[in-house]
């Protein structure tokens, strides 16, 4: 039985047109479910691509696949393997120089078990270096990184007079890094990124875009943001306030650590997670149409249908 196994898995790997998949949405989209779905069907295993999902003990802040799963258990869903969730602190830095090493390493790994990687997530520069490579931006010294960060801290109006007038404000840990390679090199971040690149790890990966329309999206996000906050998000909150840790780093701390301390009601905390929530999902819409050429696109929420026609494209 398990030589037919292995043989059955062998089959799989050798009749699939693809190498690798990337699996892209919004927030709120149903890009995981469908992923895993996918998955199951040919013998894939995740890759997390999402800048907040790869930090442990906020997986219902961050909407994690293994939000209310065991914690002991990071790796492995229903038989799929997962790959860079819940793997860094919250008082860790990932640049993204340090996430192309580390998904070229889950990559290997996967390979090595005979599946077929699939990359899902929605940050949108994570998945550029997949595609496209890195910029050669020299390492950053401790120092630097520090000044810039307490500088967006302390100055956020002052730091963007340091930035190209076309930087787009979205997240401060993007504007910090905008401000310590500038603050370390003398040249913008947006400069060095027209540069020439290297180390891209799956450039010829078969791109899947999970894209309802905004009205869905507003719907699902309003629906999902209560039901984490009845959930174990607020124990979440309350370990982030315990350990001193950045409540900023995923939508929904900060409102969240805003709401235990008293600033604010519980239902101004729901509101503005949602209002949030929304913004990030439409910056993330705007990103894939400019930045992202998908091979296939769904524009609605997934369902079997859809994985069934996904595996007919690529089988």
Same mark, same amino acid.
């Given at each position: 039985?398990?030589?037919?196994?292995?043989?059955?898995?062998?089959?799989?790997?050798?009749? &699939?047109?693809?190498?690798?998949?990337?699996?892209?949405?919004?927030?709120?989209?149903?890009?995981?479910?469908?992923?895993?779905?996918?998955?199951?069907?040919?013998?894939?295993?995740?890759?997390?691509?999402?800048?907040? %999902?790869?930090? @442990?003990?906020?997986?219902?802040?961050?909407?994690?696949?293994?939000?209310?799963?065991?914690?002991?258990?990071?790796?492995?869903?229903?038989?799929? *393997?997962?790959?860079?969730?819940?793997?860094?602190?919250?008082?860790?830095?990932?640049?993204?120089?340090?996430?192309?090493?580390?998904?070229?390493?889950?990559?290997?790994?996967?390979?090595? &078990?005979?599946?077929? *990687?699939?990359?899902?997530?929605?940050?949108?520069?994570?998945?550029?270096?997949?595609?496209?490579?890195?910029?050669?931006?020299?390492?950053?010294? !401790?120092?630097?990184?520090?000044?810039? @960060?307490?500088?967006?801290?302390?100055?956020?109006?002052?730091?963007?007079?340091?930035? *190209?007038?076309?930087?787009?404000?979205?997240?401060? %840990?993007?504007?910090? #890094?905008?401000?310590?390679?500038?603050?370390?090199?003398?040249?913008?971040?947006?400069?060095? %990124?027209?540069?020439? #690149?290297?180390?891209?790890?799956?450039?010829?990966?078969? !791109?899947?875009?999970?894209?309802?329309?905004?009205?869905?999206?507003?719907? /699902?996000?309003?629906?999902?943001?209560?039901?984490? &906050?009845?959930?174990?998000?607020?124990?979440?909150?309350?370990?982030?306030?315990?350990?001193?840790?950045?409540?900023?780093?995923?939508?929904?701390?900060?409102?969240?650590?805003?709401?235990? @301390?008293?600033?604010?009601?519980?239902?101004?905390?729901?509101?503005?997670?949602?209002?949030?929530?929304?913004?990030?999902?439409? /910056?993330?819409?705007?990103?894939?149409?400019?930045?992202?050429?998908?091979?296939?696109?769904?524009?609605?929420?997934?369902?079997?249908?859809?994985?069934?026609?996904?595996?007919?494209?690529?089988?």
């Amino acid at each position: 039985m398990k030589c037919l196994k292995i043989v059955h898995v062998i089959f799989i790997i050798q009749i &699939m047109k693809i190498k690798s998949l990337i699996i892209a949405g919004p927030t709120a989209s149903g890009k995981s479910d469908f992923a895993h779905k996918l998955a199951k069907k040919i013998n894939g295993a995740i890759i997390n691509c999402d800048s907040v %999902q790869i930090y @442990r003990d906020i997986e219902t802040i961050s909407a994690s696949p293994f939000a209310g799963l065991p914690k002991d258990n990071f790796e492995e869903i229903d038989g799929v *393997p997962y790959k860079l969730f819940s793997i860094l602190s919250l008082h860790e830095h990932l640049s993204v120089a340090d996430y192309l090493h580390l998904a070229t390493d889950a990559m290997t790994a996967v390979v090595k &078990m005979g599946k077929i *990687p699939i990359f899902v997530g929605g940050s949108g520069y994570y998945i550029n270096v997949l595609i496209h490579g890195i910029s050669s931006i020299p390492e950053i010294s !401790k120092e630097n990184r520090a000044k810039a @960060r307490e500088m967006v801290k302390m100055c956020p109006d002052a730091v963007f007079k340091l930035l *190209p007038e076309d930087f787009i404000k979205t997240d401060p %840990q993007r504007t910090a #890094r905008a401000v310590e390679v500038f603050l370390e090199t003398g040249i913008s971040l947006s400069q060095w %990124q027209k540069m020439p #690149r290297h180390g891209a790890l799956v450039p010829d990966a078969y !791109k899947i875009l999970i894209n309802p329309n905004r009205e869905l999206l507003l719907q /699902r996000i309003a629906v999902r943001v209560p039901k984490m &906050m009845s959930g174990a998000a607020l124990d979440e909150a309350k370990y982030i306030l315990d350990n001193n840790m950045d409540e900023k780093r995923a939508i929904g701390g900060e409102q969240l650590c805003k709401m235990l @301390r008293g600033e604010i009601t519980e239902d101004q905390a729901i509101e503005n997670w949602i209002t949030k929530t929304n913004q990030y999902a439409k /910056r993330q819409r705007t990103w894939f149409k400019t930045q992202f050429t998908p091979n296939y696109e769904i524009l609605h929420v997934p369902t079997d249908i859809d994985v069934e026609h996904v595996l007919a494209k690529i089988s």
